[in-house]
């Protein structure tokens, strides 16, 4: 009993945002798979809880609504201290976003991290099958992310319900980005009533850039050339590098100061 | 063990243990040694060039791996499954473990500073703490012995922290990378010289191990050798002499000694089966670590040594040390948006700031007694699970954003001496015991003055640095917040200290207790004093000296 339009939220099924499904490319295990054999047969971990505080339209001038998720701990058990490192364990705890919550955040993942150039966006490369095995995981940080990442996901649908009387996902792209611009920017002037959201964002932000910035093609946008064998000394900083630093140094007024090399 | 009639045990295969073994197998003793921790191979289990990508949690530190999941640590970290122990009321102390054959070399940090005579007779300069038996001199040629054993790179500065290795000791220094040469510059605008790091890493090929080839964490482990670990290197050199003999998972419990109060042998748990072993010795040699060594002594109780074996001084326990600790980063906007290039290296810093201060404290310009170095870092790292940055808005423009950041963080990381005081100490908790029944050790903490006061200088100091580089820092935490934990750095020293007189030390400057002739401590335990420079290459360097005294006395009949 969210609001009075949950009940159509919870029966949409014909979303008009493209399904996101957990694949099998990212680690090329068949361990995986049974991970996903085992999540599909688990009771929907489903976003509505008890009742949020403070969702009456009035009430959305100041601290806002926020879904109080009652969250199952995950109670899997972890990798363990002695790991084989050569071969990782897949998530060796069960996936558990719901199908729609999968969706849900490959949509958000796609608007945080879109394809441009070169560069795929952040669901083309799984950063939501990796987000699901980070809020699946059963240590303290990711049980907290789990209740953050969760509830961010249930007040996109709430607020989207609330400004537009529909899921998120069945937005238009505008109405979309007309909420994720009212939380994605977190600063003095974000209102109250958004700023328990913009902090929640926030956090999946990060684990959305770190996922897709992890991948082979997010290596490659950021600019990382390591992790590869070089025989003979180190060969340092390339002559473009060193050009900067000098522009730095002048900059700074610490010319002077330069420490010798070569 | 009727087929190999050892006559050193040694206990613990990590920095002083498998120095000792390789000392002594290489005068032609017979050693056994035991390693609580399973076996383990570099070349078939360090995971070199996996990316955090194909981990799961994104290579992420947890509770399981606490350094990251392809963190090398075996069966330890933190907790040790089965292996509690305990803190005194009001007290915070970590204690790291690695249960592996070549305990904690495997995944150390590898710097590798030596101490000075400065350092060794500090007591004589300020009247705090205690004085080293021996004077700078003595242990000099045992340095270099062990830094070309070892195989150490870093550069001979001049600067007067850094005492000279001989000619040709030093494996040449990997060139600085552009943070490090901005943090240089801007600190020796206040006058404080950044050196090359010295690091116990190959950057020459030395016996069978193969040089440094610029990629992946060292914290993995390094199949190839260059990183020194015990595994790679002194525990395949002993097994070659033919005359060491290790027996894993193997938990030594007490030493035993005979009427006479003489040490006779160990007993351990052979942890796959869960039985109590006896194993006779004509010497035993303690390498478990600091505290491990002391909880075995103070476990070793009888009616003569009724305060635990070697501990008629009372101070096994005592004394206990770790280095200071705290970090200060900020965004360096004139790094922003730099050239990329391959910023990998030997995966930690290759600048430092040694200490600086010497010529201050003489003049008695500084309100703390003992120096501190910052260890610097900041580069083009692989990406992991988290990203940087005060991170605004979406698309394209947020790239954008983390791409200027990339590289653009530098971070300064206080390593400072402290000096013991009697809140800081280790004793035996009366009623936790282990698995195995074996009664664990209780931590006592408490930072004094002394490094509360260190660690205000060292957050200004780096805060005026990052200053004139163009950073904002903003205020300063208090030094009680930004100080870590007692034995958060893992350079836990001290609890069997070494001096003059049976009475108020546990061992002589060979490491041999007073109350036991055949009995020997080769590891951290036997600090006198624990200055800011990581512990490890003293420990070795003292490992292989001790040994080879004790190798000479073997011989020459007197023991
Ligand atoms: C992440 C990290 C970074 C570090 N970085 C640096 C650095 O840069 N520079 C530096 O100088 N130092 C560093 N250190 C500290 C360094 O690792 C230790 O100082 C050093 O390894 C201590 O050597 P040790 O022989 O006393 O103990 P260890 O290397 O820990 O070896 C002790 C061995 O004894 C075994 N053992 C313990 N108890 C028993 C028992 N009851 N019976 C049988 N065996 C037992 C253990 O399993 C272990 O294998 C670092 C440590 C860590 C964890
Ligand atoms: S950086 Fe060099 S020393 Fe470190 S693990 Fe890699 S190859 Fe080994």
């Not at chain 1, 290596?219 to 000394?233: C, F, T």
């Not at chain 2, 193969?210 to 199949?223: D, R, V």
Request: net charge negative; glycine share 10%.
């Amino acid at each position: 009993m969210r609001n009075p339009d949950d009940q159509g939220i919870a029966a949409r099924t014909d979303s008009d945002a493209p399904a996101y499904a957990n694949k099998l490319s990212r680690r090329d295990s068949l361990k995986l798979l049974a991970a996903l054999a085992a999540s599909a047969m688990l009771p929907a971990l489903s976003a509505c809880g008890s009742p949020s505080t403070g969702d009456a339209p009035d009430g959305l001038a100041d601290a806002g609504h926020w879904p109080e998720l009652d969250l199952q701990p995950v109670t899997a058990s972890g990798y363990g201290k002695d790991p084989d490192l050569i071969t990782p364990p897949e998530a060796p705890w069960p996936l558990t976003l719901t199908p729609d919550q999968l969706s849900l955040l490959a949509l958000l993942s796609d608007i945080i991290v879109p394809a441009e150039g070169k560069s795929p966006s952040a669901s083309a490369v799984q950063v939501p099958t990796v987000i699901d095995e980070w809020v699946s995981a059963p240590y303290p940080d990711q049980q907290q992310d789990r209740l953050t990442v969760l509830s961010a996901l249930a007040w996109l649908d709430d607020e989207a319900a609330l400004r537009f009387s529909q899921p998120f996902a069945t937005l238009a792209t505008a109405q979309q980005l007309a909420i994720i611009d009212d939380i994605a920017y977190r600063n003095d002037q974000t209102p109250r009533q958004f700023q328990r959201m913009a902090e929640a964002f926030a956090r999946l932000r990060n684990l959305v850039l770190a996922a897709y910035f992890c991948t082979p093609d997010g290596m490659e946008d950021i600019g990382y050339m390591g992790n590869v064998a070089i025989a003979g000394d180190y060969p340092g900083p390339t002559p473009e590098a060193y050009r900067h630093l000098e522009t730095v140094l002048a900059d700074l007024g610490l010319s002077e100061f330069a420490y010798p090399v070569g | 063990m009727n087929d190999f009639a050892h006559t050193v045990l040694v206990v613990g295969s990590g920095a002083g243990g498998a120095m000792a073994a390789y000392e002594l197998t290489r005068q032609g003793h017979k050693v056994l040694l035991l390693e609580a921790g399973r076996h383990y191979d570099p070349t078939t289990e360090t995971p070199m060039f996996r990316p955090n990508g194909d981990a799961p949690l994104m290579g992420a530190s947890t509770p399981d791996k606490d350094f990251g999941f392809y963190d090398s640590t075996v069966g330890g970290g933190w907790e040790v499954p089965d292996e509690p122990y305990t803190t005194a009321e009001g007290t915070e102390f970590l204690w790291w473990r690695a249960r592996m054959l070549g305990g904690r070399t495997n995944h150390w940090g590898r710097y590798a500073l030596r101490f000075s005579e400065h350092d060794f007779k500090a007591k004589s300069r300020d009247g705090l703490g205690a004085d080293w038996p021996f004077e700078y001199d003595e242990i000099a040629p045992w340095y270099d012995k062990t830094e070309a054993l070892v195989g150490v790179c870093g550069t001979n500065t001049g600067l007067d922290d850094m005492p000279p290795s001989s000619d040709g000791v030093l494996q040449p220094a990997p060139t600085p990378r552009i943070p490090e040469l901005l943090i240089a510059a801007a600190a020796k605008k206040h006058g404080i010289e950044a050196a090359p790091m010295h690091r116990a890493i190959l950057t020459r090929a030395l016996d069978q191990r193969a040089p440094c080839f610029w990629a992946t964490p060292c914290g993995y482990g390094c199949s190839i050798g260059a990183a020194f670990q015990t595994t790679t290197s002194l525990l395949p050199m002993a097994q070659a002499t033919g005359h060491l003999r290790v027996i894993t998972d193997a938990m030594v419990k007490t030493v035993t000694t005979d009427a006479g109060g003489q040490v006779t042998g160990v007993t351990y748990i052979d942890k796959k089966s869960g039985s109590e072993r006896q194993v006779d010795a004509k010497v035993v040699v303690l390498a478990a670590s600091a505290c491990e060594t002391a909880r075995i002594l103070l476990n070793s109780k009888t009616e003569r040594h009724p305060a635990g074996l070697a501990n008629s001084s009372g101070q096994v326990g005592r004394n206990l040390m770790d280095s200071t600790g705290a970090g200060l980063s900020a965004l360096v906007p004139a790094l922003m948006d730099r050239p990329r290039y391959n910023e990998d290296g030997h995966t930690a810093n290759h600048l430092f700031i040694p200490w600086w201060g010497h010529q201050a404290h003489a003049d008695k310009e500084l309100d703390f007694p003992r120096g501190y170095h910052f260890e610097l870092g900041g580069r083009f790292a692989e990406p992991g699970a988290y990203v940087s940055g005060d991170l605004q808005g979406y698309g394209t423009a947020l790239k954008q954003q983390v791409r200027a950041h990339y590289g653009a963080y530098v971070h300064f990381a206080l390593r400072g001496e402290m000096l013991p005081n009697d809140d800081c100490y280790m004793d035996i908790d009366p009623s936790v015991t282990d698995k195995w029944g074996i009664p664990v050790p209780r931590f006592h903490w408490k930072w004094s003055e002394h490094e509360l006061k260190q660690v205000e200088h060292g957050l200004k100091t780096a805060k005026a640095i990052l200053e004139t580089m163009g950073a904002t820092v903003g205020e300063l935490p208090a030094a009680e917040e930004a100080i870590k934990k007692g034995g958060e750095i893992i350079h836990e020293v001290g609890t069997t200290r070494m001096g003059d007189s049976p009475e108020d030390s546990v061992t002589n400057q060979w490491g041999q207790t007073w109350d036991c002739p055949n009995l020997f401590v080769m590891d951290g335990g036997v600090f006198a004093s624990n200055p800011h420079k990581n512990c490890t290459l003293t420990i070795m360097t003292l490992a292989m000296r001790n040994s080879a005294w004790l190798a000479d006395q073997l011989k020459a009949g007197a023991l």
